[in-house]
């Protein structure tokens, strides 16, 4: 409060527009000094992302900054689950001194998990909590995960129907984290510099070569459809420059394979300024087919626009693209509908990608994010759709502030960047079991049950499958015929794997809105017709359990005895 101030109050305010009930309790005033003393508390693993191999050290290294020295020689960190349970009892981590750095007094301490029992595709948190003197103690988390390598990175990038996009995808990190999902195919920016072409960047490209990835990348239409100086108009000159840069994009980076151009990005223009994009795709398309006649063009990231048809840019790329925020029904209605409207009017039908899907999510749980994005890819490849991308891998935050100055930027973000120490959030996880569940999976089956259950079937040609099941809301206990199945593998909401017999004929499974995943080889060609009667139901429980509290959970058995269950 500001020195002569008479008076000050508390003004909160939630910037949601839904109907419910907030309560704030617990308000407080701390002396000016005490509330001077900012801290950081961070926390760092050697793996990138704080994504573990299971033969990695479990270790982590906790790190504290105060404006004043610590009185306190200690941290508390626990660690708990995605849902906020603690996996032991808390951990009393001894704090040394380690210098100054940015005007604080800096401290670290080791943290050894290795006792811990840690499952390999979990999500976890670390908590750290540091006592100080005047004031609550300041407290801060971050995430890990233990994940094996990326099945998907033992296949051709454009086997896997899965493209990473970030805010910046010019640091490293972009592309690294992107191979470690199991994307296969990175999105970097095209630079050229037409006054200077030897200063045209593409970075990252090399390192992307270097995992194995492909590329996909821009043209200079994007300056066309931003009518940037000379690209403002079509002109002997401009196209000259449009052309060339083509040809230096070709020289430079074609080694690069797959190198998939994405034309432009979210052209606004209408009327005559439509023409004009067209006419670029035109000339860009063109020359890019004359040096390899292969090349893969995506389209700007038009979507079903009818002026963009009736002008004719679907003559001008292989595949056309979208962007969307919107629910899983309004993407399948753009690929099964309103897409298929525009071929049958004015032709040239292709395949059809989406190199940004996400979630505006400020405000929104993380657990929300991760099942939008597993409903959205399931949807989105149901109705059709050829390559997705989910937008954003991350934001770099070498200061802490974007959670701050922009926060409704910062929640896209899969990672958190905070200080550049990057953590999955739980849809990172879930972003992993996505790309790495579906494969080179094709959709075979899909189907609606009475009680809202959907269900989508995936298939190789090899007979691997994946079964994805959901519910639109609520929670029902049902047997899911799998007639010749044995061995399958089960992935929740929170990453937890676990391994069940199918023994020929099904499995009893609690499906929620969260969504499952079951993978498993062979199966039926199509999903059952009827759900059957679980074996073993939920029949009713005694209320919610508080540790150290005893409690009752009934359960109703069909064809199946106590011993047995």
Known sequence: VPEGAPAARFVARINKETPGTFWIDELAVVPVAAAANKMRLMFNMEALGHLLYPADPRKATIEVWSLQPLTADKATVSVRDYWGAEQAPAIEVPLRSAGEEKGYQKYLGDIDLTALPLEVGRYYELHGSVARDGAEPYEDFSAFAILPEAPANAFKPEEIPFTSHSWDDRVPEHVKLSHRLGLRITGLVYQYNFKNPSKTRLDNADLAKDLGMGVLTSSLASSVERRVPPFDKITPESEEILRESVRYEMKKYGHIRPLIIKMGNEPHNVGEGIKLNVEAYRIIYS???????????????????????????????????????????????????????????YGYPRPIWATEVGLNSQGMTRHAVAVALYKKFLNFFAAGGANVSWFSLLYPDPNAKIAETDPFSEAHNTFVSRDVRYAPERDAIAYYNTVNAILDKKPVSEKLYPGDAQMFLFRNAKGSSMLAAYTKKGRQDVFVPLEGVGEVKVIRIDGTVSAMNAGGKGLTLTINEDPLILLFDGGPAMLAETLGEPAVKLAGASGQFVGGVEGHVDFALSGVTPEQV
């Open 287 to 345: 020359e890019f087919k004359k040096i390899d006649p292969n090349m893969m063009v995506v389209g700007s990231s038009i979507g079903p626009v009818e002026d963009y048809f009736k002008a004719g840019f679907g003559k001008w790329c292989d595949a056309y693209d979208f962007h969307t925020y919107e629910d899983p029904e309004d993407i399948r209605n753009i690929i099964a509908v309103r897409y298929p409207e525009m071929f049958k009017k």
